[in-house]
């Protein structure tokens, strides 16, 4: 499933960096992730996050983040590190 997420997220990351407003962007993310055929799990994690998200920098780091993760190379929270 996760590659699902990992290809959601590179759909819509070029469109992404080149927004300037998060607003704009938010919606062009929901919109996306609404219309594709994703688990509902998936997507309610997606829009989840996002809506915490108020800077259209704190979402392009998001989705820089959820690339990473889901292509193995996340490095997780500095809590997880010390554990």
Do not use: H, P
């Not at 989705?63 to 190379?73: A, H």
Request: aromatic fraction near 8%; include cysteine; proline fraction near 0%.
């Amino acid at each position: 499933m996760r590659v699902q997420i990992k290809s959601i997220f590179e759909q819509i990351a070029e469109q992404v960096f080149k927004m300037t407003d998060a607003t704009k962007a938010k919606t062009f993310i929901t919109e996306f992730v609404t219309e594709k055929g994703i688990n509902d799990e998936d997507k309610r994690m997606i829009l989840k996050n996002l809506e915490n998200l108020k800077s259209i920098a704190q979402i392009q780091k998001y989705i820089c983040n959820s690339l990473l993760q889901y292509e193995g190379l996340g490095v997780g929270s500095r809590k997880e590190a010390n554990e």
